[in-house]
């Protein structure tokens, strides 16, 4: 059983920065892919950046690049999601998700394990 936990949200002003963490646990995650989404309200699950877990390839929404960085520590089993440059429009909440690697990454649909998601909340 897969299981996820997101942490490191919270409230920061515009131009601020937060590192979320997703903690993995319940498998070999040597050929998945880990995502992070977000969801703000009233709008559909955004793709924002994905890293596959061997080999470290990285995958950006365009707007997140440059902002955005998204890395993995294999010793921890945890994935971080660096946001910098902050802006009121990024608050929602984040979500990390985790698939087997099968060449696609940005499809919400195609991810069966997601966490229970981190708010974030960019004040003007």
């Known amino acids: 059983q897969v299981q996820l936990v997101e942490s490191g949200g919270g409230l920061v002003e515009a131009g601020g920065s937060l590192r979320l963490s997703c903690a993995a646990s319940?498998?070999?995650?040597?050929?998945?892919?880990m995502a992070w989404f977000r969801q703000a309200p009233g709008k559909e699950r955004q793709f924002l950046a994905a890293?596959?877990?061997?080999?470290?390839?990285?995958y950006y929404t365009s707007s997140v690049k440059g902002r955005f960085t998204i890395s993995r520590d294999n010793g921890k089993n945890t994935a971080y999601l660096q946001m910098n440059s902050l802006k009121p429009e990024d608050t929602a909440v984040y979500y990390c998700?985790?698939?087997?690697?099968?060449?696609?990454?940005?499809?919400?649909?195609?991810?069966?394990?997601w966490g229970q998601g981190t708010q974030v909340t960019v004040s003007s």
């Open positions: 998700a985790a698939r087997v690697w099968s060449g696609t990454y940005d499809f919400t649909t195609d991810y069966p394990y």
């Open positions: 319940g498998r070999t995650f040597s050929t998945y892919i």
């Open positions: 890293i596959r877990w061997s080999v470290g390839n990285t």
